[in-house]
């Protein structure tokens, strides 16, 4: 079936797009002794990638519509190469500043083209597993940066771990442009699929602009839940091996066994998380039932991690923390099927990207305040209070703005 074929090509693009990205975190404990900056200074690095990701989303969904999805991926992809290899060239903090911001404007495009790929290729029914499997990238990415990045930075140096994963985004973006068509054009794609994929109601297929998207509580809904629960997400990423490096004296190469139980939690909890709403489905459960009681049960699982910070033992606290990147895993599948729950196909990738805007704003903030707030007290667990309580908070939020789910409708006056 050709459809998890063009699936595949989404989860190694997630993959690469986290090994590039998270190259910095995995490296952050060695440069800071090598380069000399403080948690404040690695704070503001940080948030230059959000900024610059914020930025991105808020152009890039609406950038992806409009050029569709083969030459939007592409032109974010490559922008996203160029720049993770320029990260070898930097010598101090602005450096990094530098590479970070291009960084975050290049991949800001994966999300909303990713998103809109399987809105276009997969039915309705089959989207939040799909949608399950690629966003499972982004925890098979964080498994193989601290597996190959160390490596490769101990043997060759720290600049050819940036130089690697960039050239991977760059072979990737040539086998996206050779052999990606849309559904109606791919000629290896049966008749029978073609009618499988299409099997939804028609929709409209006009261009929805960004301020008719944002009349809608639909909108606002998915813009909270981003808000609130991507910046426990971007904390997992960068600071994570920097948490088990200071409570634990885990060095750069005993970081990876840690990393990778914590992250192949993180990718079992993306793939079930969609199944779970799927198979609601399959009970008889409507859309709005099923989904936000997937969510609930992935927002439980990240509940625990409040004790994580406090934990006398690595792998309690690996264990913790696994299952909490596990429940965000499963969220962030069903959040980003809310989308093409409550809007039609040709506005997804602009609501994706406007909630991820949301998102990396929120990213920003958690990363100066966890940079200040290790600078000035040593301790993690404001954060893992905070992470403990942010999914019940954002489903609360999601419900009352958007109690039914009921599709949003965008039609002109």
């Given amino acids: 079936m050709y459809r998890w074929r063009v699936c595949a090509m989404l989860l190694a693009a997630t993959t690469i797009n986290y090994i590039d990205r998270q190259v910095l975190g995995v490296l952050a404990p060695f440069l800071q002794d090598e380069i000399g900056w403080n948690e404040i200074q690695y704070g503001y690095i940080v948030t230059a990638f959000q900024a610059a990701y914020a930025i991105g989303l808020l152009c890039a969904g609406a950038i992806i519509d409009r050029l569709g999805t ?21 010598a101090g903090v602005v450096g990094f500043v530098i590479a970070r911001f291009m960084l975050g404007l290049g991949e800001a495009g994966n999300f909303p083209a990713a998103i809109k790929t399987v809105a276009e290729w997969f039915p309705r029914r089959e989207r939040a597993f799909a949608t399950g499997i690629f966003n499972s990238g982004s925890n098979i990415g964080a498994i193989v940066a601290p597996l190959l990045v160390p490596v490769i930075a101990v043997t060759w140096g720290w600049q050819a771990a940036f130089l690697f994963t960039g050239a991977l985004s760059a072979t990737w973006l040539a086998v996206w442009l050779l052999t990606y068509r849309a559904p109606e054009q791919q000629p290896a794609l049966s008749a029978a699929e073609l009618a499988h994929i299409r099997s939804d109601p028609p929709e409209p297929t006009a261009k929805v602009p960004w301020r008719r998207i944002l009349r809608h509580r639909q909108a606002w809904a998915f813009v909270a839940a981003k808000f609130i629960t ?46 779970l709403a799927g198979r609601f489905l399959r009970l008889g459960w409507s859309v709005n039932r099923a989904r936000k009681g997937a969510m609930l049960v992935c927002a439980l699982c990240v509940v625990p991690i409040v004790f994580a910070a406090q934990a006398d033992n690595l792998w309690l ?32 990738a602009s609501v994706v990207g406007i909630g991820g805007f949301a998102g990396a704003v929120g990213g920003m903030m958690i990363a100066t305040f966890t940079g200040w707030l290790l600078q000035t007290t040593g301790s993690y667990l ?17 419900h009352l703005l958007a109690p039914r789910l009921e599709p949003a409708r965008l039609e002109s006056p």
């Fill in 382 to 398: 404001p954060v893992f209070l905070m992470a403990g309580s942010a999914y019940l908070l954002a489903l609360l939020v999601v």
């Fill in 230 to 275: 991507d910046p426990i997400w971007w904390f997992f990423l960068f600071w994570l091996p920097k948490f088990l490096n200071a409570e634990y004296g885990l060095t750069l190469l005993a970081l990876g066994l840690p990393l990778v139980a914590i992250f192949v939690l993180a990718d079992v909890g993306s793939i079930l998380g969609g199944w």
């Fill in 70 to 90: 083969k030459a939007g991926y592409a032109i974010a992809i490559c922008v996203w190469s160029i720049a993770a290899m320029s990260h070898s060239l930097a």
């Fill in 317 to 348: 606290a690996v264990a913790l923390i696994g299952l909490a990147t596990a429940g965000h895993q499963g969220w962030s599948a069903n959040v980003f099927t809310l989308t093409s729950d409550m809007f039609p196909r040709h506005a997804v």
